[in-house]
């Protein structure tokens, strides 16, 4: 009988450290993974946050607004432009009780058809994933307001977010509650007193910028946004995280949202971006020696997955979908815009004769992000230059 219960209690020791011995034999067994960041890691937080908007909408100031005023309203374009497009016309009750991405988008929330390399990693770490926020109050001009709301999680990147704070009126109206310092003030307020020394902290955000910096022409964008991210970094650091994985940008002229006129400036504005970034992480890692920081060239990785996905026969100029958001760059659309909140769907419609059967020989699932193949791609050599950094430290 004792030989049995040895045996047992030497099965259950040698599967307990099978189990758990996964990532620490590679020396990266973190507690928790955080992201901030944009798009290409949100898992919910755009669709999970706006559905929660749009369920505390009150609009009585509109009600409540003597029409006499309205021809005065009228002479500000944007407000304007919310009149005409029925947007200011009874808001609350025509919004639909919830935000989601028709397919191919992957969980109804994703820009890209499969997991984003953010899951990626977290499965390879064995680490849950899940979309977090804490945001104000939003008002539109005082005639609609939405009371603002918070989810406790782990991954902060929200889907447009910019490392700094926006002048676009995307940015203006929404955007901005979302952006990096945002987002850390949220993860460092939710945290409590619990220690971040055994946590890791993904940042991958930076790209908006350089697209809105692109079609602006303003390089002062580039220099808030590289600051934003160092000051970003010094406040975790401050608050006990040792554990990062920054990332630069990739070629923004690579993107088939940017017009072939406008792909040089978008190149340069890139390759300025990731110099000064790459400085202010290189002084950082010498002023605070403990923090163990691996850096993601995602220039370099995207120029690789792309003459890797030309030996494989994909399609690397054309997107496979389109939708809204790719016209509204620049401007805001109300009418289109208020038809797609009034349905609850963020639509993506196939283009350049990509199929459900064939997206995944497209890179690009839209004008911005990849599909599957490349996310999954990344997500690998996140967790590839991970174990190498982990390696050299030891």
């Not at 009750?93 to 397919?103: A, G, Q, R, V, Y």
């Not at 104000?136 to 918070?150: A, M, P, Y």
């Not at 650091?237 to 690579?254: D, K």
């Not at 400036?265 to 000064?276: L, Q």
Request: glycine letters at 6%; proline letters at 3%; charged letters at 20%.
């Amino acid at each position: 009988m004792k030989k049995i219960i040895t045996a047992i209690v030497f099965l259950s020791i040698t599967c307990t450290s099978y189990s758990n011995g996964k990532n620490s034999e590679n020396n990266i067994n973190f507690e928790r993974l955080y992201v901030l960041g944009d798009s290409l890691s949100d898992t919910g937080a755009a669709t999970g946050a706006i559905t929660k908007y749009l369920n505390n909408c009150n609009d009585d100031n509109l009600r409540n607004l003597n029409p006499f005023f309205l021809p005065f309203l009228s002479l500000d374009p944007t407000i304007s432009s919310l009149l005409n497009s029925g947007f200011l016309s009874n808001t609350c009750s025509n919004l639909p009780k919830e935000i989601s991405f028709d397919t191919p988008a992957y969980m109804t929330r994703s820009f890209t058809n499969g997991k984003v390399a953010a899951e990626i990693l977290a499965e390879k770490m064995s680490l849950e994933l899940t979309p977090a926020w804490k945001v104000n109050d939003l008002s539109l001009f005082g005639f609609v307001n939405f009371k603002g709301s918070s989810q406790i999680g782990t991954n902060y990147a929200f889907s447009g977010a910019k490392a700094a704070i926006g002048k676009d009126l995307v940015d203006t109206l929404l955007l901005n509650k979302f952006a990096l310092n945002q987002q850390l003030s949220a993860l460092l307020a939710e945290k409590g007193d619990r220690d971040l020394g055994n946590d890791l902290f993904l940042i991958m955000i930076g790209a908006n910028d350089i697209i809105s910096a692109t079609f602006n022409s303003d390089n002062l964008i580039i220099d808030s946004a590289v600051l934003e991210i160092e000051k970003s970094l010094l406040s975790l650091y401050n608050g006990g995280a040792r554990n990062f994985i920054i990332s630069n940008v990739p070629n923004i002229a690579l993107l088939p949202l940017i017009n072939p006129n406008l792909k040089p400036i978008a190149e340069y504005y890139s390759k300025d971006f990731n110099f000064k970034l790459n400085a202010k992480i290189t002084d950082f890692k010498v002023n605070y020696g403990d923090a163990n920081i691996t850096y993601i060239d995602l220039y370099q990785v995207f120029d690789d997955l792309k003459k890797e996905s030309s030996k494989k026969g994909m399609n690397f100029l054309s997107p496979c979908t389109t939708n809204i958001s790719d016209s509204m760059i620049n401007s805001v659309d109300f009418s289109v815009l208020l038809n797609t909140i009034r349905s609850g769907k963020l639509p993506f419609v196939y283009i350049n004769g990509c199929s459900a059967q064939t997206i995944n020989n497209h890179f690009f699932f839209d004008s911005v992000h990849p599909t599957s193949w490349g996310q999954e791609k990344l997500g690998n050599k996140m967790y590839e230059l991970l174990l190498e950094n982990s390696t050299k430290k030891n």
